[in-house]
């Protein structure tokens, strides 16, 4: 089960590039700085570390085998993207070098170039990955001379302060250390872990979910992977919004809940009761004593009844909105270290149950993971070469087949689908669900 998170970005050439663009972007890249040490550290663990993973730098650095150019065969359509994309989200990160790869890659019939990045998730949350690439591209198109993402420099400064050699390389028990070394914190665990059962067991929206119908998503998975992605303007989703009394981010919730309705309809398996989703929730890095810009992750979540089971949009979006609201309410309880806390929680049976061979015998917690990452707002360059899209691939996990991530770009909405190629059939179905959702939304709270 590969746990490292990925980015599809696409890019249309300046108009003074030449047919050896692709070529000179990437020895560009290749010949930047001195990479980073966010990017130069590797976990490694033995009798000195008492097993524990622990970032060591890589004193033999080879750019080349972390930096690549590929390109599609022909045609070169957006279908032969999705499959080299699948592929190499499909592969390990080894130990024994940093864990992450860029992939440069040409052959789109368009003339657009892509660029495909993986990185493991103990090295960035979402949040700060936005950050990283917002550093290094800018708004001025004119602009030369910029850094690759993983060159020395290239963060802001407020993102330069790195977890030095030697530090845990998975953040969770710093975590832990860091809420029980305060007194408060640890005095109020009790009390948060009963609250947050104690609405488990009633079904309302909290960190933890005790049970959710088992659909076909909930299955062991392989190591392979299939991704599928796509964008819609961010004033529709705004519209339907204003006009259902709702979030940004409940209507890419309601947007999913209708299309896996749809979806699960086509292959005769929607469940009769209500589908949850995992969402992650960021929180505020030093409140929580990890540093989320700097490396590592800063992450809550709630667990949110997505109303599949109801047949009219507008009802499953107010259904949601209500969720999520609750969801932040019972949040609003507890201090950030007490949130992390509590979401570990949540997430420990769809990690242990698999792990004691339970899954088959225990409804799952949650059936998907759905996450929205906001980005930049305006148009961004790398060197001339206007970035025209943005999409985020992440991590499905065993019995969790399926994981949609969003994120926000120059008033669009990408929508980034990962699932296991095996457990989840014609995942490319799924855009042309979200589509017809959106539509179906529009329609039925009257947003123009």
């Known amino acids: 089960m590969p746990i490292h998170v ?18 000179a972007m990437y020895e560009h890249m290749r010949d930047s700085t001195h990479p980073s040490p966010l990017f130069r550290k590797h976990p490694h663990r ?5 097993g524990i993973p622990m970032w060591r730098t890589d004193e033999e650095f080879d750019i080349e085998h972390h930096l690549r150019h590929s390109a599609l065969p022909a045609p070169g359509r957006v279908r032969e993207l999705f499959e080299l994309c699948g592929r190499l989200h499909s592969s390990r990160l080894g130990w024994d070098r940093p864990m992450w790869e860029m992939h440069v890659i040409e052959g789109l019939a368009d003339g657009r170039v892509a660029t495909y990045t993986k990185l493991h998730h103990a090295l960035l949350d979402g949040v700060a990955a936005m950050r990283l690439l917002a550093s290094v591209l800018s708004t001025d198109p004119e602009r030369r001379g910029m850094p690759a993402p993983f060159a020395d420099g290239a963060a802001p400064p407020r993102d330069k302060r790195l977890a030095p050699a ?10 832990l250390r860091s809420a029980l070394s305060l007194s408060a914190e640890a005095a109020g665990m009790p009390s948060a872990l009963l609250r947050t059962l104690a609405r488990g067991v009633r079904n309302e929206t909290s960190a933890v979910s005790l049970s959710a119908p088992r ?28 006009a259902g009394d709702a979030t940004l981010n409940d209507v890419v919730l309601a947007m999913c809940s209708g299309a896996m309705r749809r979806y699960l309809n086509e292959l005769d398996a929607l469940p009769e009761e209500s589908m949850v989703a995992m969402v992650p929730i960021g929180l505020n890095a030093r409140q929580v004593a990890v540093a989320s810009a700097e490396g590592g992750n800063a992450v809550g979540s709630v667990m949110v009844r997505l109303a599949t089971h109801r047949p009219d949009p507008a009802d499953r979006l107010a259904t949601i909105s209500a969720s999520m609201r609750d969801g932040k309410q019972a949040l609003a309880t507890m201090t950030p270290a007490q949130i992390v806390a509590m979401s570990a929680l949540g997430m420990a049976p769809a990690v242990a149950l698999p792990m004691l061979g339970l899954h088959r015998l225990a409804p799952p917690p949650f059936n998907l993971i759905i996450s929205n990452v906001p980005g930049p707002k305006v148009p961004h360059y790398w060197n001339g070469a206007r970035l025209v899209g943005s ?8 019995n969790m087949a399926l994981n949609i991530t969003c994120t926000s770009y120059d008033d669009k909405m990408g929508f980034g689908l990962t699932g296991c190629r095996r457990t989840v059939p014609h995942l490319q179905r799924l855009l042309t669900h979200l589509d017809e959702e959106l539509v179906a939304l529009e329609r039925a709270v009257g947003a123009s």
């Open 46 to 50: 033995s009798w000195r570390t008492a």
């Open 166 to 175: 030697g530090a845990s390389a998975f953040p969770g028990a710093d975590v």
């Open 6 to 23: 990925g980015a599809l970005h696409l890019y249309e050439p300046p108009p003074d590039a030449g047919p050896d663009f692709t070529r």
């Open 215 to 242: 659909t076909l998503l909930n299955r062991p998975i392989t190591g392979s992977r299939r991704v599928a992605a796509q964008d819609w303007p961010v004033p529709r989703l705004r519209a339907v919004a204003r």
């Open 391 to 398: 999409y985020p691939l992440s991590i499905p996990i065993d």
